[in-house]
Every structure is written in C-alpha cells, then in structure tokens.
C-alpha cells in the first residue's frame, strides 16, 4: 500500500511538474550569468583566430561540444566539408593599363574566370543606385560601395577598385575592359556542434550563434553569441523536466563566408525542423549598440514547404565568400531568399512584450541575414538579435571590447522570449 501510495505521489508531481507554466521572469535569471558567459569568451579567444576551416575553428568546435556535454545535454559534432574558390590574382585590363581590383563580385561556380566588354561606371558618391538599372551589367565602381547593395541589383559582374584607380578610370574615354581572374577550388572541413535538451520530443526550438570568425579574434563576433549560448543551456538544464518540447543549442560551423553550416544542417534536418517552432540566432551580442531584434517584414518570400530551402542546389554545399575575401558571390536566386522574413504575429508580439517588460532600449528591425535567414527562407519562424560590437571582423574585435551587461541583456531576451514560446505549446 506504500509502495503504491509512493508511486502515486511521484507521478503527480511530475505531472503538475510537466503543466506548470514556465517562470519566464527575472527572478529566477542566474545572477552570475554575464561573468560565466564572459569567461567562454576569454578562453574562446585565447585558442587564437578561428578563420572558418582552420585548426582554432576546430580547437573551438571541441570546446563548445565538451562545455555541452559537461551541463549534460546530449551532444553531437557533426562534421562536413565544403568547398571555396580562393582567387588568387584579378587582373583588369583598361584604357591602355593594368589594374589589381580589391574586390570583385562574381559566380566562381559557373566556371567563368575571364571577363571582357564595355564597363558601366558606377560612382556611389554621385549617382543614385535606385534610378539606375546595372542589371546584367559589368559594373565598375569603388572599393567603398555598399557590395550588398550591388547584389540586389543583379549585375553580371562587379569590379571594386581603389578610390584612386577609380578616379583614372572614370575620367577615360573608353570603357572596354578585359578581367581575368586566377585561382582555385578547395575543400575545407568544419562542424555543427548540436547539444539538445529533452530529446524525444516531438516539436522543438532552435537556439544557434555561429563558431567561426572573419580573421580575427572574434570576441564580439562570435564569442559573445556562444557565451551566452552556452549559459543559456545552463539556464534550460535546471528546468528540463517542464520542457513542451525538446531545446537545441547548435553551434555553426562556417557563417562567415557564406552560413555554411546552416544551410548544412537545414539539408541534413529536414524532416526534425518540419516540427520547429522557432530558431533564436544569437550573432555579435556584447556590444554598446542599441539592441536589434528582427520583427520587420511579418511573413514574405519564404519556401511555400517548410524546411525546404530556396538556395540553387549547385551551390549549397559551396562557399558565397571568398576564403580570402576577394571575391563575394553574385547569384540572383540568392537575392530573394536573403529578403525572406518568417515573423509570424505571435512571435512580434512575444518579442515586444518582453522588450517592454525587461524596459530594454531595443530596435525592432528586417532580416540581419546570417545563419537566422537561412531558415527564415525555409519557412521556420526564426528571428536574431544584434547588440553590436563596433569592431567586429577587425583585429581589434577583442574581449575588452565586449559589455558584459549586454551579454545579460541578450540571455534575459531571448531566455523569455523562448519560454513565452513554449508557453504557447502547452
């Protein structure tokens, strides 16, 4: 009859357990989190700079795993490969000189590596890029402009040089123009570190921050987002029994020349993400910048299937960046995706409650693009918040520049925010 009676009350507990709504109030928001998540910081640094590919990346890639596994999630290290074109040398052939152009805009995968016609100039200083149509162009322009803007506009081929080298060329006669370029294909390795709470669930939510950094110690960019990931994962472990649904916490490999491993991992979880209620990208969050949570654009350009993505199938396991930032990808198909939004209304409306409930200054903002926008555009409610480090993908980009309030800021927002969502699926 005790026995019985035992077996009767644990059951009920659990089950007032699994009912209970989840506090989603600061009260119980750890007091040490800032410090704990500044220390990942500190000693992600300290492994050196984790260029997307390299030995760092992977040093980081165990250490993310190992810090999971210690808070006893259940963790996979999940490796791919993928391949880059690394462009060694552009020569540009124009008004009788030899030019070396800092940057150029092209599609290496197409297999075209020798450009020659009439140049269209294009002076952002001067000229309004909205009154003026580059499509199917070959653009020539300085090493200033805004290539993301170009992007949108889909040129042929965009060619950036130096503002003096711009100046000569703009003031000849002639436009004809010959560019070849000169490299490489290459094949990297890296890995989606996938640590996951409650596993068994059905449905499921997504926090993710990116491993890599663009040449540089990457504290701000993107120490900080795997910080605050990793507290986070602390946070969820002690409430693990009332979880509705499993919680992953994915550390991707390769975001900075092309979200790499989102686009990975979204091929590879198809079905699993069928059941995703939400992604939470955390991406450059200690710094002194306003916050910025994507709210803006409601729902628009996402795949009609979910978990399906939208990117050329030619391209999805290749770089959209070059190894050695010479080159960054032109490919129309890409532009739409990259303007997706998945925000449906009861996300918005969760993010700014909890905005005005924490009395946050925040910006409520369109797609940051990043490794959120590659499941955006697959047609997962996903959102990323911004607290920005001015130094980012500079060699400043160091811990002392990181603002451990913010650090607390960011793992409070989207603490609550993922509580509040789960809330919903009770």
């Known amino acids: 009859m005790k026995i019985t009676v035992v077996i009767i009350t644990v059951c009920f507990i659990l089950i007032t357990i699994a009912i209970l709504p989840l506090p989603a109030d600061q009260k119980n928001f750890p007091a040490n989190f800032k410090e704990d998540a500044f220390k990942h910081i500190e000693h992600i640094c300290s492994l050196g700079i984790r260029s997307t590919g390299t030995p760092v990346e992977t040093k980081t890639i165990e250490y993310v795993a190992k810090q999971l596994e210690k808070t006893g999630l259940k963790v996979n290290i999940e490796w791919f490969e993928f391949t880059n074109y690394a462009a060694d040398r552009f020569t540009l052939h124009a008004a009788g000189k030899t030019y070396s152009p800092t940057m150029v805009l092209f599609n290496p995968y197409l297999g075209i590596f020798q450009f020659q016609g009439e140049l269209c100039i294009y002076d952002p200083d001067t000229t309004d890029l909205n009154k003026t149509d580059i499509r199917d162009k070959m653009l020539l322009t300085v090493e200033t402009a805004n290539p993301f803007a170009l992007m949108g506009r889909n040129p042929q081929l965009v060619i950036m040089v130096t503002k003096t080298d711009f100046d000569r060329l703009k003031s000849q006669m002639s436009t004809a123009f010959k560019l070849d370029i000169q490299g490489k294909m ?15 669930k059905k449905k499921e939510i997504i926090l993710c921050a990116h491993l890599d950094a663009y040449d540089s110690p990457g504290a701000g960019d993107n120490a900080s987002g795997l910080g605050v990931m990793l507290e986070l994962a602390r946070y969820f472990k002690t409430m693990e029994l009332q979880l509705p649904c499993q919680l992953k916490f994915i550390a991707l490999g390769a975001e900075e020349i092309g979200a790499l491993g989102s686009r990975i991992y979204l091929e590879q979880h198809k079905q699993d993400l069928k059941n995703c209620e939400l992604v939470f990208n955390i991406d450059n969050v200690g710094g002194t910048q306003k916050i910025a949570v ?82 955006a555009q697959a047609g997962i409610a996903s959102t990323s918040i911004l607290i920005k480090v001015n130094e980012a993908h500079t060699l400043q980009d160091t811990p002392d520049k990181v603002v451990k309030k913010s650090l607390e800021k960011a ?16």
């Open 186 to 200: 290459k094949k990297y390795k890296s890995a989606n570190v996938v640590g996951i709470l409650a596993p068994g």
């Open 294 to 375: 994507e709210t803006k654009g409601s729902m628009g350009g996402i795949s009609p299937v979910k978990g399906e993505t939208q990117f050329p199938a030619y391209i999805n396991d290749k770089g959209w960046d070059g190894a050695n930032r010479k080159w960054k990808i032109l490919c129309p198909a890409l532009i739409k995706a990259f303007t997706a939004a998945d925000f449906p209304d009861w996300l918005c409306l969760i993010i700014k409650d909890t905005v005005k409930e924490l009395k946050y200054d925040a910006r409520f903002v369109g797609p940051l693009g990043g490794d959120g926008q590659i499941f």
């Open 411 to 426: 793992g409070k927002l989207i603490a609550f925010v993922v509580l509040k969502t789960m809330n919903r699926l009770r």
